[in-house]
């Protein structure tokens, strides 16, 4: 699927990202948003030629070098000097994914025509999208606060044809990739440099794709929990509509609702119990994944917000004749969502290990370890004790970096949001719960089979496709092949988008 899709001032949604970014869509600024684009230039070289005094970033130094004003003649070579010198990113590389986004988010902020960037500067970041020409990015180096500096360098820097980049996957040089498009490096005009890095783009990425991934890992969450009841041979009164309407939370009332709808037509849970009640781990995912849900929904607002505003600075009025320094590039909103966001998911990780570990035990007619020969099998001992490791790194993840803030910039950036360190936790928090949730249903359909009776059509189907990928476990063998192919089943599946993010 390649249909354009145009990138103005209209909302851009979570959906309509997804749809862009899971379709390979290609994408071009509207007509509107190239008029804005171009307006804002030509008001913004007119002032320059009758403006002499300081406008702070576009004839003056940056950051505590402010009051330091910088000639006409020297205004390109200040752009220039600004993406090259604030370069300077550590670590591992972001993945591609996020750069991705980043790039459309980049382009969103500009396409409102309060940036004065130039139309060829945005539409080369555009052609960069649509060729799949991924500048090399590293994780470490923004403090969140005057923009992702460092991050958002290194996603300029192509633009001059410098630094590397990914082209169709290959990583090479960027002058080699701009020879294979056929493409000249830009003059960076006055403001372009500083338009370019000031923004939250590196943190709002990460945050989109934690976005989309936490919906479905919450939806899968809901499913496989669903099929860990069937297996422990669990009850459905906990999941009466009439029980949580009495305590009405958005997520909690989904939440109930999907596992009922899960388990219409089984036999196994209309069956008469012997127990009373079942642990917390089953009888509570309602309330459990449902506060992630309401978590993951506030998250939603503030960075479907985020990435429809103007996040650069100075900002151009052009129609009001004015140019405003401020502080929009201010992570603060970010930071403390995201590191919201990854205590939330950390705690659908946590439960999940949870309701394995309740599987395992020998309990209520199940094999201990789910094994048929326990003792000279150990069956699946051991992937618990894989879960249990993993849920405690993401406790660890999730001590927010937003309390924290170091001074920088001589005192004139004295206090910073640290979003981008909530955001990369983030993404590890999540990618560990994708393991957890692979692990649960690994020892979930194993335990279904030593059940007696039929469960749903919608779960037998779900854990018959899973079968195809991973077979059930006889007798020991090689288990980390086992997790390997589990948690990329989970990666692999297609879930309707209108489901998950609407």
């Given at each position: 699927?390649?249909?354009?899709?145009?990138?103005?001032?209209?909302?851009?949604?979570?959906?309509?990202?997804?749809?862009?970014?899971?379709?390979?869509?290609?994408?071009?600024?509207?007509?509107?948003?190239?008029?804005a684009?171009?307006?804002?230039?030509?008001?913004?070289d007119?002032?320059m030629?009758?403006?002499q005094?300081?406008?702070?970033?576009?004839?003056?130094?940056?950051?505590?070098?402010?009051?330091?004003?910088?000639?006409?003649?020297?205004?390109?070579?200040?752009q220039?000097n600004?993406?090259?010198?604030?370069?300077?990113?550590?670590?591992?590389?972001?993945?591609?994914?996020?750069v991705?986004i980043?790039?459309?988010?980049?382009?969103?902020?500009?396409?409102?025509?309060?940036?004065?960037?130039?139309?060829?500067?945005?539409?080369?970041?555009?052609t960069?999208?649509?060729?799949?020409?991924?500048?090399?990015?590293?994780?470490?180096?923004?403090?969140?606060?005057?923009?992702?500096?460092?991050?958002?360098?290194?996603?300029?820097?192509?633009?001059?044809?410098?630094?590397?980049?990914?082209?169709?996957?290959?990583?090479?040089?960027?002058?080699?990739?701009?020879?294979?498009?056929?493409?000249?490096?830009?003059?960076?005009?006055?403001?372009?440099?500083?338009?370019?890095?000031?923004?939250?783009?590196?943190?709002?990425?990460?945050?989109?794709?934690?976005?989309?991934?936490?919906?479905?890992?919450?939806?899968?969450?809901?499913?496989?929990?669903?099929?860990?009841?069937?297996?422990?041979?669990?009850?459905?009164?906990?999941?009466?509509?009439?029980?949580?309407?009495?305590?009405?939370h958005?997520?909690q009332?989904?939440?109930?609702?999907?596992?009922?709808?899960?388990?219409?037509?089984?036999?196994?849970?209309?069956?008469?119990?012997?127990?009373?009640?079942?642990?917390?781990?089953?009888?509570?995912?309602?309330?459990?994944?449902?506060?992630?849900?309401?978590?993951?929904?506030?998250?939603?607002?503030?960075?479907?917000?985020?990435?429809?505003?103007?996040?650069?600075?100075?900002?151009?009025?052009?129609?009001?004749?004015?140019?405003?320094?401020?502080?929009?590039?201010h992570?603060?909103?970010?930071?403390?969502?995201?590191?919201?966001?990854?205590?939330?998911?950390?705690?659908?990780?946590?439960?999940?290990?949870?309701?394995?570990?309740?599987?395992?035990?020998?309990?209520?007619?199940?094999?201990?370890?789910?094994?048929?020969e326990?003792?000279?099998?150990?069956?699946?001992?051991?992937?618990?004790?894989?879960?249990?490791?993993?849920?405690?790194?993401?406790?660890?993840l999730?001590?927010?970096?937003?309390?924290?803030?170091?001074?920088?910039?001589?005192?004139?950036?004295?206090?910073?949001?640290?979003g981008?360190?909530?955001?990369?936790?983030?993404?590890?928090?999540?990618?560990?719960?994708?393991?957890?949730?692979?692990?649960?249903l690994?020892?979930?359909?194993?335990?279904?089979?030593?059940?007696?009776?039929?469960?749903?059509?919608f779960?037998?189907?779900?854990?018959?496709?899973?079968?195809?990928?991973?077979?059930?476990?006889?007798?020991?063998?090689?288990?980390?092949?086992?997790?390997?192919?589990?948690?990329?089943?989970?990666?692999?599946?297609?879930?309707d988008?209108?489901?998950?993010?609407?």
């Open positions: 699927m390649s249909s354009t899709i145009f990138i103005g001032t209209q909302t851009l949604s979570l959906l309509k990202v997804a749809d862009i970014i899971q379709n390979n869509r290609t994408i071009a600024l509207s007509p509107e948003a190239e008029n684009v171009v307006k804002c230039r030509e008001y913004l007119q002032k030629l009758a403006h005094d300081p406008i702070y970033g576009i004839n003056t130094g940056f950051g505590s070098l402010y009051n330091i004003k910088i000639d006409s003649s020297q205004l390109e070579q200040l220039e600004l993406v090259m010198s604030h370069a300077c990113g550590a670590g591992e590389e972001a993945p591609l994914d996020v991705k980043m790039l459309l988010l980049k382009i969103k902020n500009m396409a409102f025509g309060h940036s004065g960037v130039q139309l060829e500067t945005v539409n080369r970041l555009i960069f999208f649509n060729e799949d020409c991924f500048p090399v990015v590293y994780q470490l180096g923004s403090l969140g606060a005057s923009g992702d500096l460092a991050p958002l360098a290194h996603l300029s820097l192509p633009l001059l044809g410098m630094g590397e980049v990914y082209l169709k996957g290959k990583r090479m040089p960027t002058e080699k990739a701009l020879e294979k498009l056929n493409l000249a490096p830009i003059k960076l005009k006055s403001k372009e440099g500083l338009a370019l890095l000031n923004g939250t783009q590196f943190m709002s990425a990460y945050g989109i794709w934690s976005l989309l991934k936490s919906y479905k890992l919450n939806y899968l969450a809901d499913l496989i929990g669903t099929i860990s009841l069937e297996a422990f041979d669990g009850r459905k009164e906990a999941f009466d509509v009439k029980y949580h309407n009495v305590r009405a958005n997520g009332v989904q939440t109930a609702e999907n596992i009922r709808e899960f388990l219409t037509g089984s036999e196994l849970i209309e069956r008469p119990k012997k127990h009373v009640q079942d642990p917390y781990s089953f009888r509570c995912m309602p309330q459990v994944h449902g506060a992630s849900k309401d978590t993951i929904a506030y998250a939603k607002s503030v960075l479907e917000t985020e990435i429809n505003s103007v996040t650069d600075n100075p900002i151009i009025f052009p129609d009001e004749d004015e140019i405003i320094s401020g502080g929009n590039f992570g603060q909103p970010l930071a403390l969502t995201l590191d919201f966001m990854a205590i939330a998911m950390a705690e659908i990780g946590n439960i999940s290990e949870r309701r394995v570990y309740q599987l395992i035990h020998g309990l209520r007619g199940l094999p201990p370890f789910l094994v048929a326990p003792g000279l099998n150990s069956g699946l001992m051991i992937p618990q004790y894989t879960a249990a490791s993993i849920v405690s790194q993401n406790k660890q999730c001590t927010p970096a937003s309390v924290d803030s170091i001074e920088s910039s001589n005192g004139q950036e004295d206090h910073v949001s640290m981008a360190n909530s955001a990369t936790k983030l993404h590890k928090v999540i990618t560990n719960v994708q393991q957890i949730l692979g692990i649960e690994l020892n979930a359909s194993q335990a279904l089979h030593f059940r007696d009776g039929n469960t749903s059509e779960l037998a189907e779900f854990v018959d496709i899973y079968r195809d990928t991973v077979p059930f476990v006889e007798v020991d063998r090689y288990l980390h092949e086992d997790i390997i192919l589990s948690n990329n089943f989970i990666e692999n599946l297609d879930i988008p209108e489901i998950l993010y609407s």
